[in-house]
């Protein structure tokens, strides 16, 4: 794993928006998966700045985003279908076409996790897959204890992201109880992976990870198993010890 410490999460987001964009300028058709959160929101405002600075053509470009909540109609503000293609998709001029999200509309939520499924493998897979982390471990939305070989799947949230994810909904019983994640399997088959981690409430996951030992109580833990991660973590995200490792 390549590891960047970075003071704060300003330097997070230069670090990251550059890597993306080297991705970019290496393989102008690349398959790019989307991670949502806040830890990403500060790379992707960077991101738009360096692409419209340096004048980037992402015509050519594909986004698969790893999740979306189950039920939130898609001009709801924290839909992960608004949230993108305001601040993401829309500021970059991506079409609808190139830009893959989960539905959690669909009244078939099992048919809507195999067509989507099918739908990364028709783009060829992703070559460069942003995560961010939750405290208890989760990415995407897989939360701890999730099969390591699961694929795209609708997932009960567990009470600590409900909460967690409270502070961008008016009011936390507004927080969705399902959502549709793309599974561990399917990032695993990533051919690249860009972790970002920011804060000391991710040092729990973080340090878990850091272990290099493998816990489905902590899905992070699988990218050990990865061969090509990239971790982008601020100095208070990586504690110094490693619990997880006694
Ligand atoms: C959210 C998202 C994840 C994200 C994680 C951490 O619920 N589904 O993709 O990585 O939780 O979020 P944040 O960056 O806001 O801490």
Same mark, same amino acid.
């Given at each position: 794993?390549?590891?960047?410490?970075?003071?704060?999460?300003?330097?997070?987001?230069?670090?990251?928006?550059?890597?993306?964009?080297?991705?970019?300028?290496?393989?102008?058709?690349?398959?790019?998966?989307?991670?949502?959160?806040?830890?990403? &929101?500060?790379?992707?405002?960077?991101?738009?700045?360096?692409?419209?600075?340096?004048?980037?053509?992402?015509?050519?470009?594909?986004? *698969?985003?790893?999740?979306?909540?189950?039920?939130?109609?898609?001009?709801?503000?924290?839909?992960?279908?608004?949230? $993108?293609?305001?601040?993401?998709?829309?500021?970059?001029? $991506?079409?609808?076409?190139?830009?893959?999200? /989960?539905?959690?509309?669909?009244?078939?939520?099992? =048919?809507?996790?195999?067509?989507?499924?099918?739908?990364?493998?028709?783009?060829?897979?992703?070559?460069?897959?942003?995560?961010? *982390?939750?405290?208890?471990?989760?990415?995407? !939305?897989?939360?701890?204890?999730?099969?390591?070989?699961?694929?795209?799947?609708?997932?009960?949230?567990?009470? &600590?992201?409900?909460?967690?994810?409270?502070? !961008? !909904?008016?009011? /936390?019983?507004? *927080?969705?109880?399902?959502?549709?994640?793309?599974?561990?399997?399917?990032?695993?088959?990533?051919?690249?992976? $860009?972790?970002?981690?920011?804060? =000391?409430?991710?040092?729990?996951?973080?340090?878990?990870?850091?272990?290099?030992?493998?816990? /489905?109580?902590?899905?992070?833990?699988?990218?050990?198993?990865?061969?090509?991660?990239?971790?982008? *973590?601020?100095?208070?995200?990586?504690?110094?010890?490693?619990?997880?490792?006694?």
């Amino acid at each position: 794993m390549n590891i960047l410490t970075v003071k704060n999460g300003k330097e997070l987001s230069d670090v990251a928006s550059s890597h993306i964009l080297k991705a970019v300028k290496d393989k102008p058709d690349l398959v790019l998966g989307i991670a949502t959160g806040g830890t990403p &929101s500060g790379t992707y405002q960077q991101l738009v700045e360096k692409v419209q600075l340096h004048s980037v053509d992402l015509s050519n470009i594909k986004t *698969v985003n790893l999740d979306e909540y189950v039920g939130l109609a898609r001009n709801h503000e924290e839909s992960y279908w608004h949230y $993108l293609h305001e601040h993401l998709y829309g500021p970059l001029g $991506l079409s609808p076409d190139q830009a893959l999200i /989960p539905n959690g509309l669909n009244e078939n939520l099992e =048919k809507e996790c195999v067509r989507y499924e099918k739908a990364i493998e028709k783009v060829g897979g992703v070559d460069l897959q942003i995560l961010g *982390v939750g405290r208890n471990g989760h990415i995407g !939305f897989n939360e701890p204890g999730t099969p390591l070989d699961s694929k795209t799947h609708v997932v009960e949230l567990t009470d &600590s992201t409900r909460q967690a994810n409270a502070r !961008f !909904f008016d009011d /936390p019983s507004e *927080v969705p109880t399902r959502a549709i994640t793309v599974g561990i399997s399917t990032i695993m088959k990533s051919r690249s992976i $860009l972790l970002l981690a920011s804060g =000391k409430e991710k040092s729990d996951a973080v340090s878990a990870l850091l272990s290099g030992k493998i816990d /489905p109580q902590w899905p992070v833990t699988v990218l050990n198993q990865h061969p090509d991660v990239t971790l982008v *973590v601020t100095e208070d995200a990586k504690a110094e010890e490693h619990e997880h490792a006694e």
